[in-house]
């Protein structure tokens, strides 16, 4: 821009040089009008020639200049575009950056929080298991003190049953010394007479000696395990249940609870009381033998029995057989 007006200066300057030569020559005479215009027309036209070429080299220079300042604004672009892309690089190396930091402190927190979660749930498991070992303890401190109350309500019935055999042991003493003196009055019977209170003392010997087994065996099972212990005396309330040759409703409630409270299953129930009624039913047989023969009566009094105990005719015959041969090695 700066030649252009270069350019043009110089036409004006040219311009005021031809009017300044018309001016000086105003005052020369009319011959000289046609040499002037001549002059005039040359200067004019070397004006129009020198206005064209200062036209031409202005544009031209307005050219040049356009032509500099687009390769200026190209070389500022292409240096803007430099150093937004160099900008842009670093954003991105240190989103890049901030993004690795990010993910490195999300994954420590993510590893403190698994480590914080893995420890408290460890330590809920630690707290849970000691609330149910302290449960087991409460519940098994609750099932032997049970057992103890049961073990010494057993006791009791058992102090009860010696003191009742102790009143028929005496109620039978003295029923056999009455025995012993109706056999000296009547002396026909004495010797049929000795032999049946013999025998009838050698049965109370026997059932008392049975009585003092078991309180033995009840004393040894105090020192051996638990689970014999309660099986025990479970077979203790059993027998007790069946001593009358049938178990009642509310008996047969009591033992149910009884099994639950001592932890016996159905096959050990199953196997007690079928070894008490067994004990039962034979000892009934004895009593039913004891005189040699048996009675209808007795007779009779077994078969309802037997069908209480749900006993087998050959377990029945079995036993009876067992009796009878038993009195025969007594008597001989």
Request: glycine share 2%; hydrophobic share 25%.
């Amino acid at each position: 821009m700066s030649d252009f007006e270069e350019q043009r200066k110089k036409v004006e300057e040219l311009k005021q040089r031809i009017l300044e030569q018309k001016r000086k020559k105003a005052g020369v005479a009319v011959a000289e009008d046609d040499e002037k215009k001549k002059a005039e027309e040359a200067a004019r036209f070397e004006a129009e020639q020198a206005r064209q070429r200062a036209e031409e080299e202005a544009r031209r220079a307005a050219e040049e200049a356009r032509r500099k300042e687009e390769e200026q604004a190209r070389a500022l672009e292409e240096q803007r575009k430099r150093e937004e892309e160099e900008r842009r690089k670093k954003e991105e190396e240190q989103r890049r950056q901030e993004e690795e930091q990010r993910r490195k402190q999300e994954e420590e927190a993510r590893r403190t929080l698994e480590e914080e979660a893995h420890r408290k749930e460890e330590e809920a498991k630690k707290v849970q298991e000691e609330a149910t070992r302290r449960k087991l303890e409460e519940e098994a401190r609750k099932k032997v003190e049970e057992a103890r109350k049961k073990a010494e309500e057993i006791e009791q019935r058992r102090a009860e049953y010696e003191k009742k055999m102790k009143q028929e042991l005496e109620r039978q003493q003295k029923e056999y010394e009455e025995q012993r003196k109706q056999l000296e009055r009547e002396r026909t019977q004495l010797e049929e007479g000795r032999r049946k209170l013999e025998e009838r003392l050698r049965t109370l010997q026997a059932e008392q000696q049975k009585v003092e087994q078991e309180r033995k065996e009840l004393q040894t099972a105090k020192s051996s395990t638990a689970g014999e212990i309660k099986k025990q005396a479970y077979a203790q309330v059993v027998r007790q249940a069946w001593v009358d040759g049938e178990v009642s409703e509310e008996e047969a409630s009591i033992l149910k609870a009884l099994r639950s409270a001592l932890e016996i299953n159905d096959e050990t129930h199953a196997n007690i009381e079928q070894e008490i009624q067994l004990e039962i039913y034979l000892q009934a047989i004895v009593n039913g033998w004891k005189e040699g023969s048996i009675t209808p009566e007795d007779s009779e009094k077994l078969d309802l029995l037997r069908e209480k105990l749900h006993i087998s005719a050959e377990e029945h015959l079995r036993l009876e057989k067992q009796v009878r041969r038993d009195i025969l090695k007594q008597k001989s």
